[in-house]
């Protein structure tokens, strides 16, 4: 990426910070006194120690090539001091400065996929299509991750006002943002609208940094939907999607229930079950849930997205295996970050996909939203894998008693289809 031509103090930041600094005098006048102060500082000790010359000499020439290094470095380590010190003691400059890293990264201990590969992630630059403002909220797209199953984008929302409080939903304090949202697939006719979770946690009072992930399942059936879609058509390795979120919307922590619907557990308790239905019928409700419970904006916040895929360890394997019920797999899809299986199971068949490593270990559904039938595939040993199809009670009932290569036993009895799929 070709930057503009800045001064020496915005080079700095931006070799640290990998951004350029907003336009700002004052920081400006504060970075370049700070180089004043180090530039006299400089030159009082290369005088000092002109008269030491033959000295430096004899001891050979490295000696003042480290010396000018050291002062090179701490130039810049004296320039990023002071001016995020001033930066930091004036809030509104402050909230100017680029969070540093990658969003991806900051969330991977949060997000149910974990950290996404650094080495398959691509930076989506702040050009026309990736910021969008509205109502004192912008929201900016600044990375992505495209897999053969789903693609993930890094999200970061920003507001002038202060967010309120809101609610973690696990115990390792992910939070979310619910975004009410119109799609507009390049390779489909019409628009779709959707309901989507941005997954990740509020860093400070007026930023919230997640991910977005868009499953190919979903859409999968819009192409189903679509007269122009042929039955055997896929999904192409790059496309565009034209993405506005109409509303956000997220949970707010410890909310108060208005008082004009407030009953006690005794009053309640006394009520008939219709009674009870109609009460519950009677708080305010919303798209995003309990109103009294949530904080929500609405507004237009409209990108322009190129997805394209960039992980190279994708891969299909085709099973077309199945028993003389017609049930059974289709193929493997894996990526560096999960699995799908393409089951082969009728409608109305009460039935499930369960799926064992190589170790006997049971990789496990993430429990995301929009995650469709992605498995993680991380600290799997997934060189060979076994695809059962059980009853879905039955899985239930054995997953609660067993663990392991003694559940992959017992699964094994009751299922009615077995694959062994090497990788």
Partial sequence: MQKKAVNISEQ????????????????????QETY???????????????????DIISRGGKSAAWKKLGIT?????????????????????????????????????????????QENTVEVLPAEGSISADGGITISVTEQYVSNQAAYIGVKVENQQAFPEMVETVENGQQFIKARTVEDYSFLSGEHNNRRYIEGEFVDEHTFLGII??????????????DASTPDADIPESFTIK???????????DAELPEEYKVSD????????????????????????????????AGKWEFTLPISQT??????????????????????????????VNAAIPEEASLCTVVFDADGRMLAYKNSSNAGNALLIDGYDISTVTVYICGISEYSELSEKYHDEKLQEMIEEKAVFKKVVPN
């Fill in 12 to 31: 700095v930041f931006y070799d640290v910070l990998g951004a350029e600094l907003p336009d700002s005098n004052i920081i400006e006048s504060k970075v």
């Fill in 36 to 54: 004043r102060i180090i530039r006299e500082k400089n030159r009082i000790q290369e005088d000092a120690e002109a008269g030491k010359k033959e």
């Fill in 73 to 117: 470095l701490g130039s810049m380590a004296a320039v990023l001091c002071v001016t995020f010190t001033f930066c930091v003691m004036n809030p509104v400059l402050a909230s100017e400065i680029p969070i540093l890293g990658s969003i991806f990264a900051k969330v991977a201990d949060l997000y149910p996929f974990g950290k996404l590969p």
């Fill in 213 to 226: 992930r868009i499953d190919y399942d979903e859409i999968r059936g819009y192409m189903e939907q679509s």
């Fill in 243 to 253: 993405l506005e979120i109409t509303e956000i919307a997220s949970t707010l922590k």
């Fill in 266 to 297: 005794e009053e309640y308790e006394q009520m008939t079950e219709e009674e009870q239905t109609a009460y519950l019928d009677s708080i305010p409700k919303a798209w995003y849930g309990l109103e009294y419970q949530s904080w929500h904006q």
């Fill in 311 to 340: 992980d190279e360890n994708v891969r299909t394997i085709t099973v077309n295996q199945y028993n003389d019920d017609g049930i059974g797999v289709d193929s493997i899809e894996i990526s560096s970050v999960e699995m799908n």
